[in-house]
Nanobody
Framework: QVQLVESGGGSVQAGGSLRLSCSAS??????MAWFRQVPGKEREAVAT???????TYADSVKGRFTISKDIAKNTLPLQMNSLKPEDTAMYYC???????????????????WGQGTQVTVSS
């Protein structure tokens, strides 16, 4: 069983930065991702990292967000820079129990989820 707990959300002005963290217990999984969702819309993949630590990003966040694995701390950070109002959403951490070697962009591909952390960007 894997438990995921997100933290680091909050309110920030456009152009600012936030660093989200997903604490994974008992350990970071090989295949993980950050998703986000706004009310009335589908959950979308923001950034993924696979078993080879290769990363993929949604076009809307490329060059601004960075996903990584911190194995020593058992966390999955998401560094978010140059934030825009359209980044406002609930952000969720997701993990797959096995390995993945290609980007998994669909929520149903993951079998573990955190409770989410809210990010609000004001203009």
């Amino acid at each position: 069983q894997v438990q995921l707990v997100e933290s680091g959300g909050g309110s920030v002005q456009a152009g600012g930065s936030l660093r989200l963290s997903c604490s994974a217990s008992p350990a970071v999984k090989n295949c993980m991702a950050w998703f986000r969702q706004v009310p009335g819309k589908e959950r979308e993949a923001v950034a993924t990292i696979n078993s080879w630590d290769r990363t993929t990003y949604a076009d809307s966040v490329k060059g601004r967000f960075t996903i990584s694995k911190d194995i020593a701390k058992n966390t999955l950070p998401l560094q978010m820079n140059s934030l825009k109002p359209e980044d406002t959403a609930m952000y969720y951490c997701a993990a797959l129990s096995g390995d993945c070697y290609s980007p998994l962009l669909r929520p149903e591909s993951y079998n573990y989820w955190g409770q989410g952390t809210q990010v609000t960007v004001s203009s």
